[in-house]
């Protein structure tokens, strides 16, 4: 068995830990292996080791690198932080899931870059459930309203939240953030929001992921557990 593949399976096992101690079927969290800053051939071990669903927060990363995938996947998801100007490169892409919609405007610019192509993008909304400059996300209580427009624009559909936890030493601080996102998604289920299906609470990374399951996460976005430290380039 190869480290990736050990590591992928010790993921699996708190996940499903996690989930068991919330009162959650496992199969029903979503592992979403962060594969940013790795290269072509470390994805393709993750693939074949057994992962379907990977992100990239970078779009010309994702570029450059999906040609040189030779292994089968699920999703495709970008999980980082998006502008404007790469909305088209990244929908050529296809992701099964652009986690990281933040503003109406982003919104607007996904929906008309659709236009014509007889194609809906599912989204989640990003937000920024600890208050910290440094998040991107929507503010808390501007959550309804701004979610009342998206979801009035063609060619989208939300299907959750996500926020990041706040960067600490310790894991347990993050426990409020995941609170409020959930809060959050139950506040705007009861709001029945025409077009708004609130599938995806995207929270939790690899310090804090089982405290997030544990506070409702049913999709977690993992990196530095499974594929160690990450190839920052100088």
């Known amino acids: 068995m190869t480290i990736i593949e050990n590591n992928i399976r010790s993921v699996q096992e708190r996940i499903s830990a ?8 496992p199969e029903d969290i979503m592992l ?7 290269s072509a051939e470390i994805v393709n071990q993750a693939l074949k080791a057994g992962i379907k669903d990977f ?22 998801h970008f999980i980082g932080h998006l502008q404007t100007n790469k909305v088209k490169a990244l929908l050529k892409l296809n992701p ?3 986690h990281s919609v ?3 405007h982003l919104a607007m610019a996904i929906s008309k870059a659709l236009e014509g192509l007889d194609k809906i993008q599912p989204i989640l909304l990003q937000v920024n459930t600890s208050g ?23 060619n989208l559909s939300v299907k959750g939240l996500m926020t990041i936890g706040r960067l600490s030493s310790n894991p347990e601080d993050c426990r409020q953030d995941f609170k409020l ?3 959050l998604s139950q506040e705007l289920i009861r709001k029945k929001i025409p077009k708004l299906d609130m599938k995806w609470i995207s929270m939790g990374m690899t310090n804090d ?26």
């Open 181 to 183: 996102l959930t809060h």
């Open 18 to 25: 996690a989930a068991l101690k919330a009162g959650k079927k």
């Open 102 to 104: 933040d503003s109406f």
């Open 96 to 98: 099964v899931l652009i």
């Open 132 to 154: 910290e400059d440094s998040k991107s996300g929507i503010e808390p209580e501007r959550l309804v309203e701004l979610a009342k427009e998206i979801t009035k624009l063609p």
């Open 209 to 234: 992921f089982e405290i997030a399951i544990e506070e409702g996460a049913n999709l977690v976005r993992i990196g530095s557990a499974i594929f160690g430290e990450r190839h920052y380039q100088r």
């Open 55 to 76: 992100g990239e927060n970078k779009v010309q990363e994702a570029i450059n690198k999906f040609p040189l995938l030779s292994k089968t996947y699920k999703g495709f």
């Open 32 to 38: 979403v292996a962060v594969t940013k800053t790795q």
